[in-house]
């Protein structure tokens, strides 16, 4: 059953969803860190994030769809050994516990950028309070679509204003041809992997494979919507890509070479310079709450979708087990903010490469499920499967790459 463009374009929502999850603080923050530290070195970074993305969130969509379950169900059901779906079941729990806090945190610390963006002298301590208080607030009383739509709205806003400024600031086209398709790594600064990982830790996130597939299957009830919901996901991530890529082009064409180290939103706010003027302080502070709030939300409500997914729970919002995890992650990550707040700016590319590290692990459960024989002729196709094995040995190999980094950044932010 083929739908038409206008149909396909009606049925625009899960993968929207997962691009707007992806395109918060972590990601602006990232970006043009990247940007302003190594010019358009790492553009190829975002490009291969962005397929990968695409390729993956597909598969979990597809899954999702055709089972009418979500990732963690599916899971937990394919795995029929005991012990192995044990092995399974924790190392899910751990991985998407670890990952959603270190998430949670750069979340949480990305509100605290915008807010100290627009008032320097903003304390810490009372920040991270009542942004925990608020998500709290909007997590429990179950109003947190409204507030998510328009926080979205200004997160989205944001990225438009950055493709424009992309443009508007007359780049080096060549240089960022050279920066899309030559994949180097920068020596100089000695972060260029950690930074490099943290691009693709910020586009390929873990918990977005559980959101996808889980949204899938409520909005996609036949499995020959499969056509439909592929043309979400290339479409809205790729859009979401885009907007990544707009926001290093910004910072390297407006920051690279000035000699300004971005350690706070005033300092992501001259690569809107050109377009926004003296006003470019105030969106790029009130778009880094936004995005740090409205993904604070959705990450802990992630990852309470997958916990109880894989341990065969009940997913109402109303359950007491659903309620213990969001909060856990919450807390945690209002915890983690305020005690390692001090540097926002690493401590947001560190919880970036976390991500990533954790990464290959839910890939791999991914890529088992969408190869399951019951979905038929749905199930992964020769190219899904190899473009999918090359995905997460690279991943594997950068994450390699970056554990040293990562450990020292990770020392450093703990020490000091």
């Known amino acids: 059953m083929s739908s038409s463009l206008g149909e396909k374009f009606k049925n625009i929502g899960p993968g929207a969803l997962v691009a707007a999850g992806f395109i918060g603080?972590?990601?602006?923050?990232?970006?043009?860190?990247?940007g302003a530290s190594y010019g358009y070195t790492l553009l190829w970074c975002l490009l291969f994030a962005t397929v990968a993305t695409i390729i993956f969130q597909e598969m979990a969509s597809r899954v999702g769809i055709v089972t009418q379950k979500g990732l963690g169900e599916n899971i937990r059901d394919r795995i029929s050994n005991p012990a192995l779906k044990w092995i399974a079941i924790v190392i899910v729990i751990v991985a998407i516990f670890v990952?959603?806090?270190a998430y949670e945190t750069g979340n949480i610390t990305g509100g605290i950028l915008g807010i100290q963006a627009i008032s320097a002298e903003a304390p810490l301590i009372p920040i991270v309070v009542v942004i925990g208080i608020l998500a709290f607030a909007a997590m429990w009383v179950g109003s947190y679509k409204v507030?998510?739509?328009?926080?979205?709205?200004?997160?989205?806003?944001?990225g438009l204003v950055f493709l424009v400024t992309a443009f508007a600031s007359a780049p080096d086209w060549g240089a960022v041809a050279v920066g899309m398709f030559t994949p180097t790594l920068p020596q100089e600064g000695g972060q260029g992997i950690l930074t490099a990982v943290?691009?693709?830790?910020?586009?390929?996130?873990?918990y977005n494979l559980f959101l996808h597939a889980s949204g899938s299957a409520e909005r996609f009830k036949d499995p020959d919507q499969v056509s439909d919901a592929r043309f979400d996901t290339i479409l809205s991530i790729g859009l979401g890509g885009i907007i990544s890529m707009a926001i290093l082009i910004c910072a390297a064409a407006n920051i690279y070479g000035t000699g300004i180290e971005v350690t706070n939103g005033k300092d992501m706010?001259?690569?809107l310079t050109p377009v926004l003027g003296s006003w470019a302080t105030w969106l790029i502070g009130l778009g880094l709450l936004a995005a740090g709030f409205?993904?604070?939300?959705?990450?802990?409500?992630?990852?309470?979708y997958a916990v109880n997914g894989v341990m065969g729970w009940q997913k109402s919002l109303k359950d007491v087990q659903f309620k213990v995890i969001w909060i856990i992650v919450l807390v945690a990550g209002c915890t983690m903010a305020i005690l390692l707040g001090k540097s926002p700016t690493e401590l947001i590319l560190v919880a970036q490469a976390a991500n990533a590290i954790l990464l290959p692990i839910m890939a791999f459960f991914v890529l088992y499920c969408a190869n399951g024989k019951d979905l038929g002729k749905w199930r992964n196709h020769v190219f899904a499967n190899v473009a999918g094995v090359v995905i997460i040995v690279i991943t594997l190999f950068m994450c390699y790459r970056n554990m040293s980094s990562f450990l020292s950044s990770l020392q450093t932010l703990i020490g000091g």
């Open 147 to 158: 507030v998510e739509k328009v926080l979205t709205g200004i997160v989205v806003f944001m």
């Open 25 to 34: 603080p972590g990601t602006v923050t990232t970006c043009t860190v990247s």
């Open 269 to 271: 706010a001259v690569a």
């Open 198 to 206: 943290g691009l693709i830790g910020t586009t390929i996130v873990p």
């Open 99 to 101: 990952g959603n806090i």
């Open 294 to 304: 409205s993904s604070a939300i959705t990450a802990s409500f992630s990852a309470a």
